[in-house]
């Protein structure tokens, strides 16, 4: 375990918030983490983080921000239909996907590239191209943060939702997650109808193999995202709406190209990116913060911006999508204060 005061977390969040933290605590063990927490080191205010993906600094960290190096990945168990494996909560996300990938087992390929590591997969359920983490997930290992006591959760104890889990809501800062096991498939279970995965496919003449979908979703995420290390983005900044069927049939007859996913319960999921696309947005800028050109979905860092500069930005183009389509985005973005 290492630690560190008055610690820069530039490198620790990728909008390139120049900001800092008060102490610093990288654990490399779970039992690390247990006997730190068992002592009673754990002081408020604290923030557990991964690789700062999904975070948006307003100003220093006046407390403790712990962060896991807990890392590796090995079977837990398998058949002949399916293999478990249990990855540590500080492995690179993307990193995971490929391991799964060289060795021919599905599930896991359409969330390559998705920012972050491995833990903030299980607490932020992420998600793209109709594959979500929740699909895969069979349990968390976590460390109770008031006792330092270990303790799994079943994928149903998680109570998984779009971009939603206990973790996020219910148990939110009382549990740190070390180690995620996930289900892959050993046969073929390939999603191609979400997005233009399957017209870049075609495009290319391509059969559906788990390298050439890897492959495709990386390009395709490469062209409309904005690398973080020359622009600062947290990804995709809001949630796609969930609306009732009827107010999107209400919509649809004003804007008939408007895009949706049906969903169970008689709803149905609006892009985002097209809301605050059609409200004008795309390429805008209040200050040094702006609307990626290219994708809506994202809020970059074009220099110098603070985090107030981002949420205020963020403030305009809620308001705009309210006020245009009466609909209301959510941050995907965790904003600390």
Known sequence: MTEYTDYSLLAHNTFGMDVKAARFIEYKS????????SSGGLRLPFLHIGSGSNLLFLSDYPGLILHSAVRGIETVAETGEWIELRAGSGVVWDDFVAYTVERGWYGAENLSLIPGEVGASAVQNIGAYGAEA?????????????????????NAECRYAYRESIFKKELKGQYFVTGVTYRLSKRPVFRLDYGNVRAELEKEGAVPTLANVRRVIISIRKNKLPDPEVMGNAGSFFMNPVIPRSQFERLRGEYPDMPSYPLEGERVKVPA?????????????????????????????????????????AGEVVRSVQEKFGIAISPEVNVIE
């Open 273 to 313: 990116g097209w809301l605050i696309d059609r409200c004008g947005w795309k390429g805008k800028s209040l200050g040094p913060a702006a609307v990626h050109d290219r994708q809506a979905l994202v809020l970059v860092n074009r220099g110098g911006a603070t985090g107030r500069d981002v949420l205020r930005l």
């Open 30 to 37: 779970e039992e690390e983490l247990c006997a730190f927490l």
């Open 134 to 154: 929740k699909d895969l997930i069979v349990s968390v290992d976590t460390v109770e943060a008031g006792t330092g006591k270990k303790r799994r959760f079943s």
